[in-house]
C-alpha cells in the first residue's frame, strides 16, 4: 500500500482507520473506479473521468501542481481492507498570505463514515506544521450539505456565501467558504 522513496515517504499521513500517500501512477484503476461516477463528481470542478486517459492527465496535473506550486496531494486507503477509497489535496495556495485552499472527493460506497473528515484533518495538521500555514479554507455549493458537514467535522467554521461564485449546469450557483486558523487547530 505504501511504498516509495524517501520523499514520498515524508509526505505519508496516517490516521486511525486511512493511510494518505502522494498519488502514484499505479494507482489509476482505483482512482478511475470513484472518478468516473456521476455523482462523485457532481459537485467538484472536474467531470467525470470517461476513461484511463482522464485519469492519467488527472495524475498529471497534480505532480506538475505538487513540482511547481509544492501543492501535495494524496490517495486516500482504507487501512482495514487496503482499497484506495478517494483523495485529499490543497488546490490552491499564497506563500505570502499564508493559506492554502483544500478539496476532497471519496469513493460513493464510503460515504457517511466520516473518512473523508477523518483525512481531512490529517491534511490540515499537515498544512499547519509542514507548510507553515496561518489558514487552510475550502468551498462548496451551497446545496452540498454533505460536504459542508465533513468541514465542520473536521473543525472549520463557516465563514459566508460566496454568491453565484460557481458556474455548475447551466447557472451560476452560490458557494460556502469554511476555514480554520492555525491558532484554532486543536492538533
Known amino acids: 500500500m505504501c511504498r516509495g522513496d524517501a520523499a514520498e515517504t515524508a509526505l505519508v499521513l496516517e490516521t486511525e482507520r486511512l493511510v494518505l500517500h502522494p498519488f502514484r501512477p499505479e494507482d489509476a484503476p482505483a482512482i478511475f473506479a470513484y472518478a468516473a461516477d456521476p455523482e462523485v463528481a457532481r459537485y467538484t470542478g472536474w467531470a467525470p473521468h470517461r476513461s484511463l486517459d482522464d485519469t492519467g492527465a488527472f495524475l498529471r496535473r497534480v505532480a506538475e501542481r505538487h513540482?511547481?506550486?509544492?501543492?501535495?496531494?494524496?490517495?486516500?486507503?482504507?487501512?482495514?481492507?487496503?482499497?484506495?477509497?478517494?483523495?485529499?489535496?490543497?488546490?490552491?495556495?499564497?506563500?505570502?498570505?499564508?493559506?492554502?485552499?483544500?478539496?476532497?472527493?471519496?469513493?460513493?460506497?464510503?460515504?457517511g463514515r466520516g473518512y473523508t473528515a477523518e483525512a481531512l484533518r490529517a491534511v490540515v495538521t499537515f498544512g499547519f506544521s509542514r507548510l507553515g500555514l496561518n489558514r487552510v479554507q475550502g468551498t462548496c455549493q451551497a446545496t452540498n450539505r454533505a460536504?459542508?458537514?465533513?468541514?465542520?467535522?473536521?473543525?472549520?467554521?463557516?465563514?459566508?456565501?460566496?454568491?453565484e461564485s460557481w458556474f455548475a449546469d447551466g447557472a451560476y450557483r452560490d458557494r460556502l467558504l469554511y476555514a480554520v486558523l492555525r491558532r484554532e487547530w486543536p492538533g
Open 67 to 111: 513540482r511547481d506550486e509544492g501543492l501535495p496531494s494524496w490517495a486516500i486507503w482504507h487501512r482495514g481492507d487496503g482499497v484506495l477509497i478517494g483523495q485529499c489535496e490543497f488546490l490552491r495556495r499564497s506563500s505570502r498570505d499564508g493559506w492554502a485552499e483544500i478539496g476532497y472527493a471519496l469513493s460513493r460506497a464510503r460515504w
Open 147 to 163: 460536504s459542508a458537514r465533513v468541514m465542520e467535522k473536521a473543525g472549520m467554521t463557516l465563514e459566508g456565501t460566496l454568491r
